[in-house]
């Protein structure tokens, strides 16, 4: 049995898992897979969820630097005047 990962930098991997032509081994080669899987996902999401911190502080700093130029006070929203209704 055969996949293929693939990742959202174009990057791919290959991988595969001998079965025999029956319903037990292919379940099992299935489990193995997704075992595999899960295995080069969760170490993707490591890096991803260490690069992203980094990314999140110079985030909020720029933030804050925005939020101190944006003090100025801010107008209200002009609404439509409210519909008048007949009295009959």
Same mark, same amino acid.
């Given at each position: 049995?055969?996949?293929? =990962? !693939?990742? !959202?930098?174009?990057? %791919?991997? $290959? #991988?595969?898992?001998?079965?025999? /032509?029956?319903?037990?081994? =292919? +379940?099992? @080669?299935?489990?193995? #897979? !997704?075992?595999?899987?899960? +295995? =080069? #996902?969760?170490?993707?999401? &490591?890096? *991803?969820?260490? @690069?992203? @911190?980094? &990314?999140?502080?110079?985030?909020? &700093? *720029?933030? *804050?630097?925005?939020?101190?130029?944006?003090?100025? /006070?801010?107008?209200? %929203?002009?609404? /439509?005047?409210?519909? $008048?209704? $007949?009295?009959?």
């Amino acid at each position: 049995m055969f996949a293929e =990962l !693939r990742f !959202r930098d174009g990057q %791919r991997e $290959k #991988l595969s898992v001998k079965v025999e /032509p029956d319903l037990s081994s =292919l +379940i099992s @080669g299935v489990e193995e #897979l !997704r075992s595999t899987v899960k +295995i =080069l #996902l969760s170490g993707l999401v &490591e890096r *991803e969820r260490a @690069g992203a @911190g980094e &990314e999140e502080e110079e985030e909020e &700093e *720029e933030e *804050e630097e925005s939020d101190e130029v944006d003090k100025e /006070p801010q107008k209200p %929203r002009l609404q /439509p005047p409210a519909k $008048k209704s $007949k009295n009959t």
